[in-house]
């Protein structure tokens, strides 16, 4: 729980800053200012989702495949509540929110195969100095 609670004040500080900026972008272009207690709430129960998502992400207990499949259930009600909180100003296109999901679904996926190679050239670099060390020491 103290883990999660570092993950969330940190998400929660990006989120804030993410948030009050795009605000600031759509009453600069439109007119248009939200009122700072429902963005304040939005971002409150936004990095509670995200923090859960990370969290599911970085879990090493399981198979990956699925940890990384709940995470992004778990970004999906996120995703709809960005929505609500800019609503038709920052969205014009209901489209937008899910092409920004494939992207980032795409970006995350290059990422979990670049660490996924990497880290299995490391186990098999491991088990080779094992099997080494284990000759060495019949000999």
Do not use: W
Request: net charge positive.
């Amino acid at each position: 729980m103290k883990d999660y609670g570092k993950l969330y004040l940190k998400v929660f500080f990006i989120i804030g800053i993410v948030s009050l900026l795009l605000a600031f972008m759509v009453a600069r272009r439109t007119d248009y200012t939200y009122p700072f207690i429902r963005v304040q709430v939005g971002v409150f129960v936004l990095s509670a989702f995200v923090t859960c998502a990370i969290g599911l992400f970085q879990l090493e207990k399981g198979i990956s495949l699925i940890n990384i499949i709940l995470g992004y259930v778990v970004l999906i009600p996120a995703i709809f509540l960005l929505r609500l909180i800019y609503g038709r100003y920052l969205f014009r296109f209901s489209s937008l929110i899910y092409i920004i999901m494939v992207v980032v679904g795409i970006i995350y996926g290059c990422a979990v195969y670049v660490v996924a190679k990497k880290y299995k050239k490391e186990v098999d670099e491991l088990n080779q100095l094992i099997e080494k060390n284990q000759e060495d020491h019949k000999i």
